[in-house]
């Protein structure tokens, strides 16, 4: 397998890692999900080299899990905005916060809490089934290869 | 920030990057999670280039995330298990799958099903709050700062 072959492989773990597929990308995603938009603004959070910050936004941009838009009064500069393919990698983000707070806990409780604004509740998201809606644990799911997807 | 600070980042996402955030890694977790356990396969399913392999797994045995047991007859070859820690990077595994199936979908339909064995479906696993059971969107979840874990 070739990195550049990863979003024609036939695996939606390999096709997905063909976008967020490298230790930066997640954590620009991060900022945009905390709302920020700006390229200077992700440089000073992340300490992120330029070059490589505007080659990874250039890709969310093409792969369509961005957009650009022009900020006022400014004809080249521009706010990085979610679109709905990108807002929908939430739930990656959220269960790798869930890891990270479990299995890598720092001292005084995790560094940030996650909050389901339709109850208030501060909490943990689980992955539940979208059948019968019970809890996915480790041992109750399994893959299977399926037969008609084109190879 | 600093590639070798990333695991004491205070942000759980750039915890668990300091794990899988390569793309490497969390291909070689999908293969054990098919029930792989052995260099040999992982080298020929991945395609991935030995020294590299090897690298990976030295780190994830490093990590906590597999262990490796001798197997029988053989003193310096290795089966590598998934212990707890890496049975729960289960969750992220699975979240990518359903990205990359709705976002990146392929001819004929996603290559894996995915399965619950309690209920017997072929499902999509979604993101429920932890406190109401109710169902996580893109719109109604929020992080915000824990002003009592350690900088």
Known sequence: M?????????????????????????????????????????????????????DRLKMLVEKGVLRREPYQGHARRFDYLLTERGRDLRPILLTMIAWGDKHMPMAGGPPRRVRHLDCG??????????ACGGAITADNVTTEANDSAAA
Chains 1, 2 share one sequence.
């Open 2 to 54: 070739r990195w550049q072959d990863l979003e024609t492989e036939t695996c939606s773990v390999a096709r997905t890692l063909s976008v967020i597929g490298d230790r930066w990308t997640p954590l620009i995603l991060r900022e945009c999900f905390f709302g920020n938009t700006r390229f200077d603004a992700f440089e000073k959070r992340l300490g992120i080299p330029r070059r490589v910050l505007s």
């Open 121 to 130: 509740a501060v909490m943990t998201p689980v992955l539940h089934c979208s």
